[in-house]
């Protein structure tokens, strides 16, 4: 029996409804955050360079943010849980052909089709929760849900992916996904009813696959800068042109998919900046700390998978302390607290690389701590602050854009980082790439001067 939730009644049905929604959210999630303690054994086992690890997290994310693009489109014109069965189906066959791969380029094929079918299940899922909780109430609740599970799975991923990698194999973190998958599609198609608005959204393939082919071309080049110096500046001048040329395609629709204007203000120029620089100095600096922890003190795959939870731990317990001081604070100062926390944080990670090695320890727990928190911090709160400033009538576009900035900054962030490492992996050579974090967070920081002082201000055009 299907059902929505009328009014903002909160029984034993309507949780189980809620958290089955947020669970397809908190896989995707999960499959991000895991693999990032196993990369060397990836690497290693399919003979992938260590310049280009950084492919393993990017094609997902590449992959996620085009298709985003086209989920939403579909969620509409086909129906709601039908996206999100279909990408549940999806991320289930890509996930045991990443388990099954044998060589690179079949394992790379089959992560940018789990961030496909990714994008499905995200936007289906969460599309899904408005049908089934009209009511304000209620469907706020089950926002909450589904932001509680998707943060406790990016939390405890790297954890549980060092323990799975370092007990049974890095294959067993993608084959862990199958019986995940299979209660997805057993239990949703009983708690949600379908629902499908009927319109004809357009999809722009050719906006698309300018956007997929400008990430990754920068992301190639910028992995390929210290094997090819030469072609460094054409690769990034032509992605940086191709990503123009979509923003100009979608300027020129009479129903673009993505409105670049949207973020033509002050206030959303620094907000997007924020979204970067968390991006870079937060998430990207995760796929490679369990690495550095390995190298610098000789940890274990498993030992370095429970010491992040001293940087991802955070996300759990921090973010409704941000919503307290929201109010109190506003926007700019908690963003500038936060970015700064998250620069001093890269510093002393930087810094760890370089001290002698009884106090590196200390060191770099300071750090993954302070990275930790202000991710914790200004994370959950960064969506709110795009809703809040963007135009009424574009609250929806605005918040896709949120997704996308994430993504393509999480995407370009480990390219980046992984191109600092790539030439020397020792303890000092990760000063370099914890020191550009700290830098794009400093940059975050000073972007913080661009937002309203209060947290109500909106942004009109």
Not at 52 to 75: E, M
Not at 376 to 404: F, K, N
Not at 405 to 414: D, E, I, K, N, T
Request: hydrophobic share 60%; glycine share 10%; charged share 10%.
């Amino acid at each position: 029996m299907q059902h929505t939730v009328a009014n903002d009644a909160w029984t034993g049905r309507t949780r189980l409804t809620a958290v089955s929604l947020g669970f397809a959210a908190a896989l995707t999630n999960f499959d991000v955050t895991s693999v990032v303690v196993v990369l060397p054994s990836i690497g290693t086992t399919l003979g992938i360079r260590v310049a280009q690890w950084a492919w393993i997290i990017d094609a997902y994310s590449i992959a996620f943010t085009a298709t985003l693009l086209v989920a939403g489109a579909i969620a509409d014109r086909f129906g709601k849980r039908h996206t999100l069965l279909a990408g549940n189906i999806g991320f289930l066959v890509a996930s045991l052909a990443c388990g099954l791969a044998r060589n690179s380029p079949l394992f790379l094929i089959a992560r940018a089709a789990q961030g496909a079918a990714a994008a499905f299940l995200v936007t289906g899922g969460f599309a899904s929760i408005a049908t089934a909780f009209p009511a304000a109430e209620s469907r706020a609740r089950a926002f909450g849900v589904a932001g509680m599970a998707s943060g406790v799975a990016m939390a405890l991923g790297p954890s549980l992916g060092g323990v799975i990698g370092a007990g049974l194999g890095w294959r067993w973190i993608f084959l862990f996904n199958l019986p995940l998958c299979m209660l997805i599609a057993l239990m949703v198609p009983r708690l949600v009813a379908e629902e499908r608005d009927n319109t004809d959204k357009p999809l722009d393939w050719l906006g698309i696959a300018l956007l997929t082919v400008a990430l990754a071309l920068l992301i190639e080049t910028i992995l390929e800068a210290h094997d090819a110096p030469v072609p460094l500046a054409f690769g990034l001048g032509t992605g940086v042109g191709l990503a123009a040329l979509f923003a100009i395609r979608q300027r020129r629709q009479p129903r673009p998919m993505l409105d670049p204007a949207v973020f033509a203000s002050r206030p959303m120029m620094g907000v997007t900046a924020l979204l970067f620089a968390v991006s870079v100095g937060y998430w990207a600096v995760l796929v490679y700390l369990p690495l550095f922890l390995s190298i610098a003190f000789g940890w274990t795959a498993e030992t370095a998978g429970l010491a992040m939870l001293v940087a991802t731990l955070p996300m759990l317990a921090m973010p409704p302390l941000a919503g307290s001081l929201v109010p109190r604070l506003g926007w700019r100062r908690l963003f500038t607290m936060a970015l700064a926390l998250i620069a001093l944080g890269g510093a002393a990670l930087a810094l760890s690389s370089l001290v002698e090695a009884t106090s590196a320890r200390a060191c770099a727990l300071a750090g993954m701590a302070l990275i930790g928190m202000g991710a914790a911090l200004s994370h959950p709160q960064l969506s709110g602050a795009v809703i809040a400033l963007a135009p009424p009538e574009a609250s929806g576009m605005a918040s896709a854009l949120t997704v996308i900035a994430r993504q393509a900054g999480f995407a370009l962030g480990v390219a980046v980082l992984g191109a600092l490492t790539a030439s020397r992996l020792d303890v000092t050579g990760f000063a370099w790439p914890f020191g550009v974090a700290a830098a794009a967070a400093t940059i975050g920081v000073l972007a913080c001067l661009l937002l309203p002082p209060s947290s109500s201000a909106r942004n009109r055009p």
